[in-house]
């Protein structure tokens, strides 16, 4: 099976899936039947879910990227220029651990939080375009306006949702609703 044919995409999952694969054979399951399986097998709401294309950018909700770590995972796996949803109750994280894929693959950063100073901070000089957004409705608006065909519009925030939101759940079908709007 190629990797390119695997469900889930991204190193991490790419492991995970490579290890799951090990106990069905340990169990003389067919290797089609596990092909089958690691192919169709559909992703949890909310974490790298890829929800609609619009004129040919991806939507993609991973709101429970609710640190730095899985951001990390989620800009790590995009593999087509991202305008980056970001932000929310800050958790005094360490965005330095972003600033290089940062730097390689996002082309714009749309901030959620009500205070994103330390957003701009980290990535202010890396990416031109970093705009604060005052609602879900705004920042979808802006990262649709800012994107183009072939990007990808990823809601990671490395934040919690506190400030605005009841929880992730809330934020990502937010998030989903709107682009569904489009």
Request: hydrophobic fraction near 40%.
């Amino acid at each position: 099976m190629t990797l390119q044919s695997l469900a889930l995409q991204g190193k991490h999952n790419i492991f995970d899936s490579m290890a799951a694969g090990i106990i069905p054979r340990i169990l003389e399951i067919r290797k089609e039947d596990i092909q089958k399986s690691m192919a169709d097998f559909q992703n949890i709401e909310h974490r790298l879910e890829s929800v609609i294309s619009v004129h040919g950018m991806e939507f993609i909700n991973d709101s429970k990227a609710t640190n730095v770590n899985s951001t990390w995972y989620a800009l790590e796996s995009m593999t087509r220029p991202v305008i980056w949803l970001a932000g929310g109750q800050d958790k005094n994280s360490d965005y330095s651990l972003l600033q290089e894929l940062v730097e390689k693959k996002v082309k714009a950063i749309i901030c959620l939080g009500k205070d994103n100073h330390r957003i701009h901070k980290a990535f202010g000089g890396l990416v031109e375009n970093i705009i604060d957004a005052g609602s879900m409705v705004e920042a979808v608006r802006q990262a649709y306006l800012t994107g183009k065909q072939n990007d990808v519009i990823l809601l990671s925030p490395a934040c919690a949702s506190f400030d605005r939101f009841e929880n992730y759940e809330d934020r990502g079908r937010q998030f989903k609703k709107l682009i569904k709007e489009l």
